[in-house]
Nanobody, 123 residues
């Protein structure tokens, strides 16, 4: 499956953005999906994940209550709604797909990655 992330941009602190991850192929509905981010000089970190059915969602503590992950299997797209953004959220955001993730925060459990979309939050 090929993934294309979009929706990043420059926003002021307290603002909102919605990221999209469009997937190719007919098997999107069978993949668990995740969002990760990487700030300059830091390791790529887990942000959020959603099960293949959309029935289960998971969040990093740093974004819980501010970010919402969702998916539309009919549109082969996953989303990350980001509200109340903070300068610390500035990073390159990646979406990823896993055939059967066990540890949603583990990068090596994801089989496919998108190219990343930049989110910059100004203070």
């Amino acid at each position: 499956v090929q993934l294309q992330a979009s929706g990043g941009g420059l926003v002021q602190a307290g603002g909102s953005l919605r990221l999209s991850c469009a997937a190719s192929g007919r098997t999107f509905r069978t993949y668990d999906m995740g969002w990760f981010r990487q700030a300059p000089g830091k390791e790529r970190e887990f942000v959020a994940a959603i099960s293949f059915s959309g029935g289960s969602t998971y969040y990093a503590d740093s974004v819980k209550g501010r970010f919402t992950i969702s998916r539309d299997n009919a549109k082969n797209t996953a989303y990350l709604q980001m509200n109340n953004l903070k300068p610390g959220d500035t990073a390159l955001y990646y979406c990823a797909a896993s055939r059967a993730v066990v540890d949603v925060s583990a990068r090596d459990e994801y089989d496919y990655w998108g190219q990343g979309t930049q989110v910059t939050v100004s203070s």
